[in-house]
């Protein structure tokens, strides 16, 4: 269990300060977010791009969900662990939903459940909140859907689409969600859903005025080079980095100057002249 809970993340909407949220996959990257005092920490689908390699993250299984989660969980001890609910892993029906949501609390050691959708998802978030497990929501653009959208591209710069974002973002809160994501939205509006919800907004790509902000730490560490959105702040370049330290350890290895004595081990004298002496 977390230090932090998702009644102290709502209690943040008016205490503040402003709410920190990155992802992590993995037990080593999780215990760095951890310790740096981040308030809650996303097991995004987002691993299905950035850590497994497909093309979106609509193939993500629960199964590889929970396979990161219980890795990452065995790292935090004081931020909130969010674990994100997979594409079609909650749309079924209800019982479905509760059953996986469930798993993530039970399973993978994961304090909230965070899952897309709107007004259309309301239920289903309500059925979850009702049964004891936290729910974050997520409006704006949604990843798992974004086919539907249009592709991965600003939602709600037409006054039909921000009206949608806008009630979509109403709905989740009413429904009982504890915070709800806002991505890749006009600032302005963003603005205006932060004032009306009586939740904390946490932004990604949809500008200052949120509750809070969230990023996928690869990108911000620059680790994953594919593809970079305009809202995305690098706060390190690694991946040059890495690679020209991969490249020394080849050429050290080829030049045979790695292991030097500093990485090796002595003392196997004796034990080598006896085995030579009966050979
Ligand atoms: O999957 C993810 O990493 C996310 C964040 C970008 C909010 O949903």
């Known amino acids: 269990m977390a230090n932090i809970t998702p009644v102290d993340i709502k209690a943040r909407k008016k205490s503040g300060p402003p709410i920190s949220m990155l992802t992590a996959y993995d037990y080593s990257l999780a ?36 396979h990161h989660c219980k890795a990452v969980s065995r790292g935090v001890t004081d931020a909130l662990l969010v674990g994100d609910m ?32 709107g007004t259309d998802m309301a239920p289903v978030i309500e059925k979850l909140v009702r049964a004891g497990i936290p729910v974050m929501g997520h409006v704006g653009l949604t990843p798992q859907t974004a086919a539907s959208l249009g592709g991965f591209k600003v939602q709600g710069r037409d006054i039909e689409r921000a009206r949608g974002i806008y009630e979509d973002a109403l709905a989740v809160a009413r429904a009982g969600a504890f915070s709800v994501v806002l991505e890749c939205i006009p600032s302005d509006l963003a603005e205006l859903i932060t004032k009306d919800v009586d939740i904390p907004t946490i932004g990604i790509g949809a500008g200052p005025h949120c509750d809070g902000q969230v ?52 003392g196997g004298g004796e034990a080598v002249r006896a085995i030579k002496s009966q050979a």
């Open 86 to 117: 997979p594409f079609m892993s909650y749309q079924v029906n209800m019982d479905n939903a509760l059953m996986n949501a469930s798993r993530f609390l039970k399973e993978a050691g994961c304090d909230a459940v965070k899952l897309e959708g």
């Open 215 to 266: 990023l996928v730490t690869n990108d911000l560490l620059g680790l994953y080079d594919k593809f970079t959105p305009k809202f995305v702040k690098r706060y390190l370049n690694l991946s040059p980095q890495i690679k020209e330290a991969l490249r020394s350890f080849k050429k050290e290895v080829e030049a045979g100057d790695f292991p030097s004595p500093e990485e090796s081990f002595s």
């Open 31 to 66: 215990r760095m977010v951890d310790s740096s005092g981040i308030d809650i920490i996303l097991v995004g689908d987002s691993l299905g791009m950035v850590m497994l390699g497909y093309d979106s993250t609509v193939p993500v299984t629960m199964e590889e969900m929970l």
